[in-house]
């Protein structure tokens, strides 16, 4: 598997793309300076027509060896692609439709229609200012009493719908701000310091299997009670093609977009996010994407 992580340089603060292996990175910024994301790679491996493993054994192998570790110095890491778009899709597994049935003040409920529904719900959520880097602070809503991570795995894509990989994505939601009004949902996915995704982009090769995968979340807390779900990636009841086709429907999107595919793991009703939470979201194949929680910026 190939996984690629950005992060500052600790002398310049400017930032360097490195292929992980074993804990290790390599620096491939220092080989070609113009790949500081991993789509500068993308682009030009398929203009040369050279296969992504190729290419990656042949720049490993002269590449200067990071004199850190990227997965454990967190305050070094980046997002592992510079996405100007994050979008999201919902109520794609059966425990959102239930989570989000309970959370309604509706008596019909519209999470049925979309569940069951030809078209999926996709949506906006964040722009890349308001993307935070894995290892950071995520941020409460100070209008919000019932808040949750949605983990999330994240599909990135290309302008043209190409799966160059896959991250993990911290979708926080406020729950009560839309199940007052499902028509609230850009005010309960969209604030600042709302998302979060990493830790690693895992390059798509043709041989990673995510229908195999299990997804995993853990929040933590001092002394109290926190919660912890998993779910196997095989009940998402959309194929990643529908949901990237979906998005591309008369909607252009920059190379890097991401796309987060919906939640299967959602605390329960009478759990809500504090101040000083540890949240891990996890996929063996791809790491730990690890946030801490913080008091909105308004308190």
Known sequence: MIKTVRYRDP????PQLGVIEDNRVYNLTKQVPSWTEPFAV??????LGIPVEEAFARLKATAEVVEFDALEQRDLLLPPVAAKEVWAAGVTYERSREARNAETTLAESVYDKVYDAKRPEIFFKATEDRLVAP???????SDSNWMVPEPELALVISAKGDLVGWTLGNDLSSRDIEGDNPLYLPQAKVFSRSCSIGPVLLWNTGVERPEQWTLSLTISRP???GFSGEIPVRQLRR???ELIAYLLRDNPVPDGTVL???TGIV???EFTLHVGDVIDIRIDAIGTLRNVVAKPLQA
């Open 267 to 269: 605390p329960p009703d």
């Open 135 to 141: 290892g950071r602070e995520v941020g409460l809503r």
């Open 42 to 47: 993308w682009s030009a491996l398929k203009a």
């Open 239 to 241: 194929s990643p093609d």
């Open 223 to 225: 002394e109290e009670p």
């Open 11 to 14: 002398s310049t603060d400017q």
């Open 260 to 262: 987060l595919t919906g």
